[in-house]
């Protein structure tokens, strides 16, 4: 029995070690670390905002100063303060990329969009948050 409970313990610990100690979609110190390999240039800030509203001011409005949610889902917060300017390039990316867990009511765009249109998504925010 011991034996046992010291291999639960070692692959919870393990699973702990190789998620960044979240669930999954949480910033990881190393997704944190992550840089930007798409240059905020016009273009591509032009392409963030189209893909924006398509997909993401539904919820977040089209200005990014989010959304009253409704009986389903909670209220998306605003993308053009703190909550996303004091989160690294390489968190924003994985937030839109993963989804946010626990509840994932911020779903993950992985199978919808592509790196580089996330990316310009990322760009596309750095350009609108307040300063």
């Not at 034996?3 to 999954?24: C, P």
């Not at 919820?59 to 989160?87: F, M, Q, W, Y």
């Not at 779903?107 to 990316?119: A, G, H, N, Y």
Request: aromatic share 6%; net charge neutral; charged share 20%.
């Amino acid at each position: 029995m011991h034996a046992l409970r010291f291999g639960i313990a070692g692959v919870a610990m393990m699973l702990l070690t190789v998620t960044g100690g979240g669930a999954v979609g949480q910033a990881s110190p190393q997704t944190a670390a992550v840089k930007n390999p798409v240059a905020a240039s016009p273009d591509s800030i032009t392409a963030g905002k189209e893909i924006y509203l398509r997909r993401c001011a539904s919820c977040h409005a089209a200005t990014g100063e989010g959304g009253p949610g409704n009986d389903l889902i909670p209220a998306a917060p605003s993308l053009v303060d703190d909550a996303v300017r004091l989160k690294t390039d390489g968190q924003v990316f994985n937030n839109i990329k993963n989804g946010v867990a626990p509840d994932f009511n911020m779903v993950p765009f992985k199978d919808t969009l592509k790196d580089d249109e996330i990316w310009n998504v990322v760009n596309y925010l750095r350009s609108i948050e307040k300063k």
